[in-house]
């Protein structure tokens, strides 16, 4: 038996490490905003918001230069990417958790498995061989087909597990109305799971938001807007995280400081989009 | 309103009036019981047997369900009174390791004969479980129609009038008329079992099973659900499970003694309680075991 004394100084002790621990994992997120925005914030402008990028001269002959071109690409990949994982993702999950007995069931986990361990650039890949080779181009499209990739077995996965919270008697309640098996689950058992669906999008696309890797040979880049926005769907089309990786290695300093301002955006972007869907969640929440 | 006038296409073949018209051939038995004068037969349960796995459910019990009568189903916990209620609408179809064998008649066709759709059956025979199961993203007025307007069903006069009936029959109109559009679960736990028997009760089912309904209420709760289902019994079918004999012997026609997946004894209320035949019931009623 401990006395008192010692199992306050335990407790003591346990908290310290948790509030060290919380410290630790908080200080490395502190620094990489902090570094991005200070080195970044330079090259935020009207024109950053306005302008394509162009050949390196503009910017180093101090004329308007941005990233338009890019952050209206990622907004284009993005879309194309989540309109095409949601559906799919939600319809593996549905299956993995609401038709356990199904046949398919068993080989579906396994692919899923397999499809979220696989390197993101090989889902790249994958988009070149069934999208832009097919189509002879680089396209947003191709991009948005290997974001999706990336996205649908997490979206499988969060579904799956959002489903299997809601409980069991629900579905039972369902079916004793006579309701059939489909109807019950989108009716009553995905709307019932709406919050954790919602954020298991999120994760998806936070994770698929930053790729750079899957875009390379896919939406390939761009420096320019195309000159018409369907460009932008059938045609190469820039991103915001492989131009950031692009203007980093790129032997101009005018650019660093606009590939750090590309990091500012993306951050904005993600953080924009979870602040955003929290409140919705929030709201509807009962 | 009938409900079928909605349903245009999927109208039953009774209704027609072809001159052609054939009803479909009753079992025989169900035949033999009509023509006695004796209470008709709703459903019937013949040598049935539900197994886990390798855990034996109930075994081989055969028990008829009476139309306008209630029976009940007692016996000790853990002897198969649900397995067996959930064998009337196959609800076991969703049990992966649960085997049903044997027949259950209803209206003399047997639910479990290939090609039958349990969606059908479990219209015609709706359920009511030991707890509330409100759908929780649902208002009160959308859980009470959920069976009609989930199947398509969007005419607004005639689901009012169903909403409101259902509520009535389930003796819950009065406290919740003001609010039908808040959340389901917003309403206390007596009042979401009487909103789970409204739902069941909106679809105009044949039979009403239910799973000690009353277990989770209070005493004010629970005589207002025998009172309902004093009133039910007029028009329908109903069969419930109880732990409490007093309401076994207050609301129920026939009773069912289960112990270890035996029907031990099956046999008028009155009758089983005060003269029951087998050593085990009168063991059972007088308490001691179970
Ligand atoms: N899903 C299941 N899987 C395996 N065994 C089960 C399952 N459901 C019930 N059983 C077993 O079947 C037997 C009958 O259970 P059942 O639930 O029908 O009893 P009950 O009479 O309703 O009991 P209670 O009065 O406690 O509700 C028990 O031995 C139980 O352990
Ligand atoms: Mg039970």
């Not at chain 2, 029976?71 to 085997?99: E, Q």
């Not at chain 2, 689901?159 to 009936?165: A, G, M, Q, S, Y």
């Amino acid at each position: 038996m401990k006395t008192l004394r010692q199992r306050n100084i335990r407790d003591y002790i346990m908290v310290s490490l948790l509030v060290l621990s919380t410290v630790l994992v908080l200080t490395p997120l502190i620094i990489i905003i902090g570094y991005v925005i200070i080195n970044g914030l330079g090259a935020i402008s009207i024109d950053f918001f306005t302008q394509e990028l162009g050949s390196p001269a503009r910017a180093m002959q101090g004329r308007p230069t941005g990233l338009v071109h890019s952050i209206l690409g990622t907004l284009v990949v993005d879309t194309i990417g989540v309109i095409l994982a949601i559906p799919i993702g939600v319809g593996a999950g549905i299956m993995l958790s609401e038709y356990p007995e199904h046949k398919l069931n068993p080989l579906l986990r396994v692919l899923n498995d397999t499809l979220n361990g696989m390197p993101a650039i090989l889902k790249g890949l994958l988009a070149f061989a069934i999208i832009v080779r097919p189509m002879g181009t680089f396209s947003g499209l191709a991009g948005g087909v290997a974001l999706a990739f990336v996205m649908i077995p997490i979206i499988a996965r969060a579904t799956e597990s959002a489903l299997l919270t809601i409980p069991w008697s629900i579905r039972e309640a369902g079916l004793a109305i006579g309701l059939p098996r489909w109807r019950v689950v989108m009716s009553t058992i995905v709307p019932a799971a709406r919050t954790g669906l919602i954020t298991g999008f999120l994760i998806a696309f936070a994770r698929a938001a930053g790729e750079a890797a899957p875009l390379m040979f896919t939406s390939f880049g761009n420096n320019y807007l195309p000159t018409h926005w369907t460009g932008m769907i059938f045609g190469p089309v820039d991103t915001l995280p492989q131009r950031l990786y692009s203007l980093a290695i790129s032997p101009y300093a005018e650019w660093h400081t606009m590939g750090w301002a590309a990091g500012i955006v993306l951050l904005v972007f993600v953080v924009a989009l979870f602040t955003g869907a929290q409140l919705l969640t929030r709201q509807k929440a009962l | 309103m009938n409900i079928n006038v909605l349903f245009k296409k999927k109208k039953p073949k009774e209704d027609k009036m072809s001159p052609d018209f054939q009803p479909q051939e009753p079992d025989l038995l169900y035949r033999e019981i009509h023509m006695n004068g004796s209470p008709p037969i709703r459903m019937e349960a013949k040598n049935l047997t539900v197994k886990y796995g390798t855990v034996t459910g109930v075994k081989n019990v055969s028990l008829p369900v009476y139309n306008e009568k209630v029976t009940a189903l007692i016996g000790p916990s853990g002897c198969g009174k649900t397995t067996f209620l959930r064998a009337l609408n196959r609800m076991h179809d969703l049990t992966p390791n649960a085997k049903v064998t044997g027949e259950v008649l209803l209206d003399g066709n047997n639910i479990y004969a290939p090609r039958v759709n349990p969606v059908t059956i479990r219209r015609k025979v709706g359920m009511v479980f030991q707890k509330p199961t409100p759908f929780p993203t649902m208002s009160i007025y959308d859980n009470v129609v959920a069976g009609l307007k989930l199947v398509g069903i969007r005419n607004k006069a005639f689901l009012n009038e169903v909403c409101e009936k259902a509520l009535r029959q389930a003796a819950l109109w009065d406290e919740v008329k003001d609010r039908l559009g808040s959340p389901g679960g917003s309403i206390s736990g007596g009042q979401q079992q009487r909103l789970s028997i409204a739902r069941a009760l909106a679809i105009e089912p044949e039979v009403i099973l239910m799973d000690e309904p009353t277990s989770s209420l209070d005493p004010l709760s629970s005589s207002k659900i025998e009172d309902l289902i004093n009133d039910l019994k007029k028009k329908y079918a109903i069969v419930i499970v109880t732990h409490n004999m007093q309401q076994a012997a207050r609301v129920s026609d026939n009773t069912g003694f289960f112990y270890v997946g035996d029907l031990v004894e099956f046999g008028p209320t009155d009758k089983l309680f005060t003269n029951p035949s087998h050593k085990r019931t009168e063991e059972y009623l007088t308490g001691k075991f179970g």
